[in-house]
Structure formats: structure tokens, C-alpha cells
């Protein structure tokens, strides 16, 4: 059995630890709800501006602008969305974890490239030595708005150079503080097709002025940097909330610890009692 000043140390450090635990649960709370609402005010945005998109798409044919164009998918690009920090459950693990099966049910004749946003995306493929394009780091230090258009010029640029042939998005979408799910999108070749339309259904008429093609040429490139800044987003409203989730998980945990060792602890100091009776008992039976 550990001596008692063993069991108080551990103690110390356990309560230690708690208090660091609980500053951060309630950071990451406070910061969640900022996030939450900036991923919940993206949200309307984009479906609206998807739904323009897919009005005027019904209207035009795939050539009418590069980023509309299917190809064969040879070059595939992925752009995964982690954190910076740990210290948050599993979200980064569930997200490389997606990350490597993409990777695992296109390999073969493809080749895979990847833009990594946030640190331990980018340590995790770096130490596996994978196709690297670019990387972002410090992603909560820079503007949502300003890294989404730098990530969307990038990708647009490779994707109408042909350097890419599709480009994947694999990001975090915040449910709740407690659920955050893996999600992989398509981003480009930008889909004109709406699944949920029936063959029948005629398209919300609009005037466009100037006209289709101008718009095209203004609508594409800005759809594809608000679906990079909607999962910048959602991702950081997720690593927030799993860090959250994770922090009270800590905090609890280190209560259940510091009640089993005070337990210990109790026990111990009685055993250490009871054993000074008897030496003290032993002893003046032996001087009787």
C-alpha cells in the first residue's frame, strides 16, 4: 500500500490538474457560443446561395465556366479541416481516421494531395511523409473570412489549372457540444444537379442582370470560398465543443480520482493508527 504522503501528493497533483481542467472547460464554453453562432448565421447564407446556384446551373451547360467542368478524377485534392491544440476528445482522431480511409479507397492509379488546415492534421501527415500542398496553421489567430478566400484561390487556381481533377473537403459539422460529425463534401468540380429535385420541377424563375454568364463568373468563385469558410466554421465551433465535452469528462473523472485516493488515504492512516495500539498495547503487556 502507498504511504500516506504518497496518497497526498497524488491527491495535490489530482486537484491540480481539476483546476486546470475546469478553466478550460469554461474558456472553451465561453468560446462556443460564439463559434456556434457564427457556424449557425453561415448556414442560411450558403443554402441560399447554393440554391441560386443550382437556378442558374439548370439554365447553362457544364462548359459554361471552368469550375463547372467534370473530368476524369486522376488528381484527386483533399482539404482537411483539425485543430491546432489537443486536449479534445477524439475530434482529431475521428477526423484523420476519415481522412486515411479517403485515402485507403482511392489508391491505386490516383493521386491524392492534401491542404492540411490546422496543426495536427498537418503533423500527422508530415510524419508519414504525404503529398503536402499546403498547410495552415493557427487557424483561430486568422479571420474565418480571410483564410477561407485564401484556401479557395488556391484551390480554384490548381482545379482550373488542371493540377487537380476533383477537389474533397473533410471537415467537423457541429451538432451539439456533445456531436460533432466527420463530413466529406465534393467542392469542386461545383455540382449544378440537385438530387432532391424531381424530373418534373421547374426551377424558381429569376431576372439576372447582366446576364447568366456574368453571373457564373462572379458566383462560382464565391460559392466555393463560402463552402471553405462554412466548414472553418463548423470546424471550430466543433473543436470547441469536443474540447469542452472533453475538459468536463476531465473535470469529473479528477473528482472520482481524488474520492478513491481519499478513501485510500483514510484507510491507510487507520491501518497506520490501529498498528500504533497494538505496538503501544504489545508494549506494556511485555513490561507487566
Do not use: W
Not at 137 to 158: F, V
Not at 250 to 264: C, F, I, P, R
Amino acid at each position: 500500500m502507498a504511504t500516506l504522503k504518497a496518497i497526498r501528493k497524488r491527491i495535490g497533483s489530482i486537484r491540480n490538474t481539476q483546476q486546470i481542467t475546469k478553466a478550460m472547460k469554461m474558456v472553451s464554453a465561453a468560446k462556443l457560443r460564439r463559434a456556434q453562432e457564427a457556424a449557425g448565421a453561415a448556414r442560411p447564407y450558403a443554402e441560399k446561395i447554393t440554391e441560386l446556384l443550382k437556378n442558374v446551373g439548370a439554365r447553362v451547360s457544364s462548359e459554361a465556366h471552368p469550375l463547372l467542368r467534370a473530368r476524369e478524377e486522376k488528381k484527386l485534392h483533399l482539404v482537411l479541416f483539425t485543430s491546432d491544440r489537443g486536449l479534445c476528445g477524439g475530434y482529431n482522431a475521428n477526423l484523420i481516421r476519415a481522412a486515411e480511409a479517403f485515402m485507403r479507397k482511392n489508391v491505386g492509379d490516383k493521386e491524392i494531395e492534401l491542404t492540411l488546415v490546422g496543426r495536427k492534421g498537418a503533423d500527422h501527415f508530415r510524419r508519414r511523409r504525404a503529398s503536402i500542398a499546403d498547410r495552415y496553421i493557427g487557424i483561430l489567430a486568422t479571420p474565418a473570412e480571410e483564410l477561407a478566400a485564401q484556401i479557395a484561390e488556391k484551390l480554384i487556381n490548381r482545379f482550373v489549372g488542371g493540377e487537380t481533377d476533383a477537389v474533397y473537403i473533410l471537415y467537423s459539422r457541429f451538432r451539439s457540444a456533445l456531436s460533432q460529425v466527420p463530413t466529406l463534401e465534393k467542392l469542386l468540380p461545383v455540382a449544378l444537379t440537385d438530387a432532391n429535385v424531381t424530373a418534373g420541377q421547374q426551377p424558381t424563375e429569376y431576372l439576372y442582370e447582366p446576364g447568366l454568364q456574368e453571373l457564373l463568373a462572379s458566383l462560382l468563385p464565391r460559392i466555393t470560398e463560402v463552402a471553405a469558410q462554412r466548414a472553418l466554421l463548423e470546424a471550430i465551433a466543433s473543436e470547441h465543443g469536443a474540447r469542452m465535452t472533453a475538459m468536463d469528462s476531465a473535470t469529473s473523472n479528477a473528482s472520482k480520482m481524488m474520492g478513491s485516493l481519499t478513501l485510500q488515504m483514510n484507510r491507510a492512516r487507520q491501518a497506520s493508527i490501529t498498528r500504533e495500539l497494538m505496538e503501544i498495547v504489545g508494549t506494556a503487556e511485555a513490561l507487566k
